[in-house]
C-alpha cells in the first residue's frame, strides 16, 4: 500500500513540479491577456473613484470600424515594417559578411557596430531631432553648405515617413549584423574553400552557400525584426508624433493616444488586440513563405 | 465714574493699538500661519516655472518648519503618473498638478475631494485668479464652472500665449508693435527673409500645439467649436464661416511669415527660433519668456518686448488660458488633506506669490501683477499678460475635450500642410466631433457643410 503511494507520488511528481511555473505563466501571461480582451469588449468609465466596466463589444467595434486615422496608421505602419526590416536585414548580412571577411580588427568592428543599440531610444530621438532640425540640424547645415536647399526632413509627408525608417535603419542594423555575424562565424571554412576550389566566384559563394547556410539566422532576425518594427513607437513619438498630418501615423502611436491622451481604454485594448493579431498574420505569412522556400 | 472713564479710554487705546497692530501685522506678514502639519508630497511638472516652485515651496518649509517633498516630473510622465495615484488604494501624492485638458477626467471620476470638504471656510482669495474657472466641477452639468461647481483645484500656473517681437528689427524696420494679424502681415512683408529670418512663428504641429495657437485666431472671429456647451447645446459650430475665416488667416499667416516646416513647429522651436535670433516675433507661451533674457540660452537678451495676441482687423482680441490645476486626491487621509489645504493657502498669500513671480515663476494673483515688479524691465510682460486675463477663456471644458482636441489637432494640421483645404478640414472636423457627442448622447448638431 505505502509503497504504491510512493509509486503514485513518483509518477506525478514531474507534473506537480511544473505548478509554479504554471502559476507564473496564468499570472504573468494570461490573466494579462484575458484581461486585455475582456477590456475589448467593454466600456470603462470611473465615478466616484471606481473603474465602471459595461459589456459593450459592438460599440468598440463600431469605433474601430469608423477610426478615421487608424487605416492610414495601419498602412504606414505596413511600409515601415517591410522597408526597415527589408533594408535592415540587407545592410546587416552585407556588414556580416564583410566583416567576417576581415583579417584583423574584427572585434573592434563588432564593438563600433554594436554602439547603436545602446543607445536608449529616448536619446536617439532626441538626437535625431537635433540632427533633422530645418534651421539648425547637422543635415541641413550640410546641405547648405554645399549650395543646395534645405530638406524638411520632419515637416513634409512626403518625407517623414523615410526620415524615420532611416533612424529605425540605423538603430536596428546592428542587431541584424550581430545575430547574422555570429552564424557567419560558425560556418564551416573547409565547405567556402572547396567552392573556391572548384572555382566559385565570391557573389556565388555568397548566393548559394552562405545565404543557404544563414537561414536559420536569418529567420530569426526576420522575425525579431519584424515584431519590434510593429511595435516601434518611441522613436516616432519622439521625432514626429504621428505627424505631419498622418505620414508618420503608426498603429502603436494611434495606440497610445486612444489609450493615454483620450482615456479610451476599452476601444485602446481593442485596437492592441488588433495589433497582436497583426502581427500574429505577418508572422505565419512570413513563416510559410520561408517554408516553402526551404522546400524549393 | 472716572476710574469708569479712564478704563474705557484704557480699553477704546488698547483695542485701538490692537487694531493698528493687527493691520500693520497684515501688511508686514502677507504669509498665512498654517501651523504644524505633517509633511506632504507634491507631483509637479518640470516645466519652465518649476524653478520659482521649488524656491516658493522652499520658503515654505523654513516659514513653517513643515516638509514637502516634490517629484518634479516631464510633462509626458505627468498624466500616468497622476492616473496611478487616484485609482489606487492610497495616493503617493498629497497634491496633483493636472493640466487644464485632463482635469475633467479627474473630477468626473471622482478622484479629487473638493476644497471645502477638507475646510468648508476655505475659499480662494479674491486676488486668486480663477482662469476661467478650470477649478470648478458642475456634475450636473458635466462643465467648468463656479455656477454650481465645486472647488476642486486652485492653479499654480496660468499661461495665455505672448506677442514676443524683436523691438530692434521692428524700430529699424519703422514697425509700430502689431495690433491685428493684419499689422503682423505687414511687418513680415519687411522682416521675412527665410532661412535667415522668419517674420513670425506659431506653433502648426499636429496636436494640442495648432489647436492652441489656432483657437486665438478662431476666438478672435467669433467662431467657437460647440454653440453653447454651459448650457448644454452641443451643436457644432466649427464649420461656420467665421471658423473658415479664422482658419484662412492662421494658414496665411503661417505660410507667409513662417519657416517651411511650420506644420511640424511645436513650443520648444519657437523658443529656440527666437531666442537665436531666427525669428522677428511669435506666439509663445508666458512661462517662457525667461528663455530670452537668460544670457546663458539665448542672443537677444533686452530685445524682445511683449504685447497682447493680435486680433484680426475685423475682429476682436482674445486669449485662451492654459493653465496647471493642483487638486487634492480623495485617497488619502483626512491629517494629509488638511496639510495639503494648509500647503495651498500659504501658497495663495501675497507674500507667497511674490516670492513666486521674483524667482522666475508667473504669479497667479492680480495684485501681484498689479503691484511695483510689473515697473521693472525684467517683468516687463506682465501688462500683457494681464491686459489678456481680461478676455481670456477656456475652451474644451467638458467631457469630451480630450478627444475633440485630437480632432480639431489632426484636421487642422492637415490644413497646413496642405493635405486638404480648410473648408474641408473643418468640415471633416464638425462630422467627427458630432458623431462623439452623438455617441455621448449630448443635445448636438450640426451646420451646413462649407462649400468644399
Given at each position: 500500500?505505502?509503497?504504491s503511494?510512493?509509486?503514485?507520488?513518483?509518477?506525478?511528481?514531474?507534473?506537480?513540479?511544473?505548478?509554479?511555473?504554471?502559476?507564473?505563466?496564468?499570472?504573468?501571461t494570461?490573466?494579462?491577456?484575458?484581461n486585455?480582451?475582456?477590456m475589448?469588449?467593454?466600456?470603462?468609465?470611473?465615478?466616484?473613484?471606481?473603474?465602471?466596466?459595461?459589456?459593450?463589444?459592438?460599440?468598440?467595434?463600431?469605433?474601430?470600424?469608423?477610426?478615421?486615422?487608424?487605416?492610414?496608421?495601419?498602412?504606414?505602419?505596413?511600409?515601415f515594417?517591410v522597408?526597415?526590416?527589408?533594408?535592415?536585414?540587407?545592410?546587416?548580412?552585407?556588414?556580416?559578411?564583410?566583416?567576417?571577411?576581415?583579417?584583423?580588427?574584427?572585434?573592434?568592428?563588432?564593438?563600433?557596430?554594436?554602439?547603436?543599440?545602446?543607445?536608449?531610444?529616448?536619446?536617439?530621438?532626441?538626437?535625431?531631432?537635433l540632427?533633422?532640425?530645418?534651421?539648425?540640424?547637422?543635415?541641413?547645415?550640410?546641405?547648405?553648405?554645399?549650395?543646395?536647399?534645405?530638406v524638411?526632413?520632419?515637416?513634409?509627408?512626403?518625407?517623414?515617413?523615410?526620415?524615420?525608417?532611416?533612424?529605425?535603419?540605423?538603430?536596428?542594423?546592428?542587431?541584424?549584423?550581430?545575430?547574422?555575424?555570429?552564424?557567419?562565424?560558425?560556418?564551416?571554412?573547409?565547405?567556402?574553400?572547396?567552392?573556391?576550389?572548384?572555382?566559385?566566384t565570391?557573389?556565388?559563394?555568397?548566393?548559394?552557400?552562405?545565404?543557404?547556410?544563414?537561414?536559420?539566422?536569418?529567420?530569426?532576425?526576420l522575425?525579431f525584426?519584424?515584431?519590434?518594427?510593429?511595435?516601434?513607437?518611441?522613436?516616432?513619438?519622439?521625432?514626429?508624433?504621428?505627424?505631419?498630418?498622418?505620414?508618420?501615423?503608426?498603429?502603436?502611436?494611434?495606440?497610445?493616444?486612444?489609450?493615454?491622451?483620450?482615456?479610451?481604454?476599452?476601444?485602446?485594448?481593442?485596437?492592441?488586440?488588433?495589433?497582436?493579431?497583426?502581427?500574429?498574420?505577418?508572422?505565419?505569412?512570413?513563416?510559410?513563405?520561408?517554408?516553402?522556400?526551404?522546400?524549393? | 465714574m472716572?476710574?469708569?472713564?479712564?478704563?474705557?479710554?484704557?480699553?477704546?487705546?488698547?483695542?485701538?493699538?490692537?487694531?493698528g497692530?493687527?493691520?500693520?501685522?497684515?501688511?508686514?506678514?502677507?504669509?498665512?500661519?498654517v501651523g504644524?502639519?505633517p509633511?506632504?508630497?507634491?507631483?509637479?511638472?518640470?516645466?519652465p516655472?518649476?524653478?520659482g516652485?521649488e524656491?516658493t515651496?522652499e520658503?515654505?518649509?523654513?516659514?513653517?518648519?513643515?516638509k514637502?517633498?516634490?517629484?518634479?516630473?516631464?510633462?509626458?510622465?505627468?498624466l500616468?503618473?497622476?492616473?496611478?495615484?487616484?485609482?489606487?488604494?492610497?495616493?503617493?501624492?498629497?497634491l496633483?498638478?493636472?493640466?487644464?485638458?485632463?482635469?475633467?477626467?479627474?473630477?468626473?471620476?471622482?478622484?479629487?475631494v473638493?476644497?471645502?470638504?477638507?475646510?468648508?471656510?476655505?475659499?480662494?482669495?479674491?486676488?486668486?485668479?480663477?482662469?476661467?474657472?478650470?477649478?470648478?466641477?458642475?456634475?450636473?452639468?458635466?462643465?467648468?464652472?463656479?455656477?454650481?461647481?465645486?472647488?476642486?483645484?486652485?492653479?499654480?500656473?496660468?499661461?495665455?500665449?505672448?506677442?514676443v517681437?524683436?523691438?530692434?528689427?521692428?524700430?529699424a524696420?519703422?514697425?509700430?508693435p502689431?495690433?491685428?494679424?493684419?499689422?503682423?502681415?505687414?511687418?513680415c512683408?519687411?522682416?521675412?527673409?527665410?532661412?535667415?529670418?522668419?517674420?513670425?512663428?506659431?506653433?502648426?504641429?499636429?496636436?494640442?500645439?495648432i489647436?492652441?495657437?489656432?483657437?486665438?485666431?478662431?476666438?478672435?472671429?467669433?467662431?467657437?467649436?460647440?454653440?453653447d456647451?454651459?448650457?448644454?447645446?452641443?451643436?457644432?459650430?466649427?464649420?461656420?464661416?467665421?471658423?473658415?475665416?479664422?482658419?484662412?488667416?492662421?494658414?496665411?499667416?503661417a505660410?507667409?511669415?513662417?519657416p517651411?516646416?511650420?506644420?511640424?513647429?511645436?513650443?520648444?522651436?519657437?523658443?529656440?527660433?527666437?531666442?537665436?535670433?531666427?525669428?522677428?516675433?511669435?506666439?509663445?507661451?508666458?512661462?517662457?519668456?525667461?528663455?530670452?533674457?537668460?544670457?546663458?540660452?539665448?542672443?537677444?537678451?533686452?530685445?524682445?518686448?511683449?504685447?497682447?495676441i493680435?486680433?484680426?482687423?475685423?475682429?476682436?482680441?482674445?486669449?485662451?488660458?492654459?493653465?496647471?490645476?493642483?487638486?487634492?486626491?480623495?485617497?488619502?487621509?483626512?491629517?494629509?488633506?488638511?496639510?495639503?489645504?494648509?500647503?495651498?493657502?500659504w501658497?495663495?498669500?501675497?507674500?507667497?506669490?511674490?516670492?513666486?513671480?521674483?524667482?522666475?515663476?508667473?504669479?497667479?494673483?492680480?495684485?501681484?501683477?498689479?503691484s511695483?515688479?510689473?515697473?521693472?524691465p525684467?517683468?516687463?510682460?506682465?501688462?500683457?499678460?494681464?491686459?489678456?486675463?481680461?478676455?481670456?477663456?477656456q475652451?474644451?471644458g467638458?467631457?469630451?475635450?480630450?478627444?475633440?482636441?485630437q480632432?480639431l489637432?489632426?484636421?487642422?494640421?492637415?490644413?497646413?500642410?496642405?493635405?486638404?483645404?480648410?473648408?474641408?478640414?473643418?468640415?471633416?472636423?464638425?462630422?467627427?466631433?458630432?458623431?462623439?457627442?452623438?455617441?455621448?448622447?449630448?443635445?448636438?448638431g450640426?451646420?451646413?457643410?462649407?462649400?468644399?
Amino acid at each position: 500500500m505505502r509503497q504504491s503511494i510512493v509509486v503514485a507520488l513518483n509518477r506525478t511528481f514531474k507534473h506537480w513540479s511544473l505548478l509554479p511555473a504554471v502559476v507564473l505563466f496564468v499570472a504573468l501571461t494570461i490573466f494579462p491577456i484575458a484581461n486585455l480582451v475582456r477590456m475589448s469588449v467593454s466600456t470603462i468609465e470611473f465615478a466616484e473613484g471606481q473603474a465602471r466596466w459595461t459589456f459593450t463589444p459592438a460599440h468598440n467595434f463600431s469605433l474601430l470600424l469608423a477610426d478615421t486615422v487608424l487605416w492610414p496608421a495601419a498602412v504606414n505602419t505596413l511600409v515601415f515594417v517591410v522597408v526597415a526590416v527589408a533594408v535592415e536585414m540587407a545592410l546587416g548580412l552585407g556588414l556580416a559578411l564583410l566583416v567576417a571577411r576581415l583579417g584583423r580588427g574584427k572585434g573592434l568592428a563588432r564593438t563600433i557596430m554594436v554602439l547603436p543599440i545602446l543607445v536608449p531610444a529616448v536619446a536617439i530621438g532626441s538626437m535625431w531631432k537635433l540632427m533633422y532640425n530645418y534651421d539648425f540640424g547637422v543635415f541641413n547645415q550640410a546641405l547648405t553648405a554645399l549650395g543646395m536647399a534645405p530638406v524638411n526632413w520632419l515637416g513634409s509627408t512626403s518625407v517623414a515617413l523615410a526620415s524615420v525608417i532611416l533612424v529605425d535603419i540605423w538603430h536596428w542594423v546592428p542587431f541584424v549584423f550581430l545575430v547574422l555575424f555570429a552564424a557567419v562565424e560558425g560556418v564551416p571554412n573547409d565547405v567556402i574553400e572547396a567552392a573556391r576550389i572548384d572555382g566559385a566566384t565570391d557573389a556565388q559563394i555568397v548566393r548559394r552557400i552562405m545565404i543557404p547556410l544563414l537561414k536559420p539566422a536569418l529567420a530569426i532576425a526576420l522575425i525579431f525584426r519584424s515584431i519590434l518594427a510593429f511595435k516601434t513607437f518611441d522613436e516616432v513619438f519622439l521625432l514626429t508624433s504621428g505627424g505631419p498630418g498622418t505620414s508618420t501615423e503608426l498603429v502603436s502611436v494611434h495606440l497610445y493616444k486612444v489609450f493615454f491622451e483620450e482615456n479610451q481604454l476599452g476601444y485602446g485594448a481593442l485596437l492592441s488586440l488588433a495589433l497582436i493579431a497583426a502581427i500574429v498574420a505577418f508572422l505565419a505569412v512570413s513563416r510559410g513563405a520561408l517554408a516553402a522556400g526551404r522546400s524549393a | 465714574m472716572k476710574s469708569i472713564q479712564r478704563g474705557l479710554c484704557a480699553l477704546a487705546a488698547v483695542a485701538l493699538l490692537g487694531i493698528g497692530a493687527a493691520g500693520s501685522a497684515g501688511a508686514q506678514q502677507p504669509f498665512a500661519d498654517v501651523g504644524k502639519q505633517p509633511p506632504i508630497t507634491i507631483l509637479i511638472n518640470s516645466s519652465p516655472w518649476y524653478a520659482g516652485f521649488e524656491k516658493t515651496v522652499e520658503l515654505y518649509e523654513k516659514q513653517t518648519g513643515n516638509k514637502v517633498k516634490l517629484d518634479a516630473t516631464p510633462y509626458g510622465g505627468m498624466l500616468e503618473k497622476a492616473r496611478n495615484a487616484v485609482r489606487g488604494a492610497k495616493s503617493s501624492y498629497d497634491l496633483i498638478n493636472l493640466d487644464t485638458q485632463w482635469t475633467i477626467e479627474f473630477y468626473e471620476g471622482g478622484f479629487l475631494v473638493p476644497y471645502k470638504e477638507v475646510d468648508p471656510a476655505f475659499d480662494l482669495p479674491k486676488e486668486v485668479l480663477t482662469y476661467g474657472e478650470s477649478g470648478y466641477w458642475n456634475a450636473d452639468k458635466r462643465f467648468r464652472s463656479a455656477q454650481g461647481g465645486k472647488l476642486m483645484a486652485w492653479s499654480p500656473n496660468g499661461n495665455v500665449l505672448l506677442y514676443v517681437y524683436r523691438d530692434d528689427l521692428f524700430k529699424a524696420a519703422g514697425l509700430a508693435p502689431p495690433k491685428t494679424w493684419e499689422d503682423v502681415l505687414a511687418a513680415c512683408a519687411k522682416l521675412q527673409d527665410p532661412p535667415k529670418m522668419y517674420g513670425s512663428v506659431m506653433r502648426g504641429e499636429r496636436g494640442n500645439g495648432i489647436r492652441f495657437d489656432w483657437m486665438y485666431f478662431m476666438l478672435g472671429k467669433g467662431a467657437a467649436v460647440v454653440r453653447d456647451p454651459a448650457g448644454g447645446d452641443y451643436t457644432v459650430t466649427i464649420n461656420s464661416p467665421q471658423a473658415k475665416a479664422a482658419l484662412d488667416l492662421y494658414l496665411d499667416v503661417a505660410k507667409r511669415c513662417g519657416p517651411p516646416n511650420a506644420g511640424s513647429l511645436g513650443q520648444g522651436d519657437l523658443i529656440q527660433l527666437i531666442s537665436t535670433g531666427k525669428a522677428a516675433a511669435g506666439m509663445v507661451v508666458s512661462a517662457a519668456w525667461n528663455n530670452f533674457d537668460d544670457a546663458t540660452k539665448s542672443a537677444v537678451v533686452g530685445k524682445v518686448q511683449a504685447v497682447p495676441i493680435p486680433r484680426p482687423a475685423d475682429g476682436k482680441p482674445a486669449a485662451l488660458l492654459g493653465n496647471w490645476n493642483m487638486a487634492i486626491p480623495k485617497n488619502i487621509p483626512d491629517a494629509q488633506r488638511k496639510a495639503a489645504l494648509a500647503f495651498s493657502r500659504w501658497f495663495l498669500t501675497a507674500g507667497a506669490q511674490r516670492v513666486y513671480a521674483e524667482a522666475g515663476a508667473i504669479p497667479v494673483r492680480d495684485d501681484t501683477f498689479r503691484s511695483d515688479l510689473a515697473q521693472n524691465p525684467k517683468y516687463r510682460w506682465m501688462g500683457a499678460y494681464l491686459e489678456m486675463q481680461k478676455y481670456a477663456s477656456q475652451e474644451l471644458g467638458y467631457a469630451e475635450g480630450a478627444q475633440v482636441e485630437q480632432i480639431l489637432g489632426l484636421r487642422l494640421n492637415q490644413a497646413l500642410i496642405g493635405e486638404m483645404n480648410s473648408a474641408k478640414a473643418l468640415n471633416a472636423a464638425a462630422k467627427e466631433i458630432e458623431e462623439l457627442f452623438k455617441k455621448n448622447n449630448r443635445r448636438t448638431g450640426g451646420l451646413t457643410p462649407l462649400p468644399e
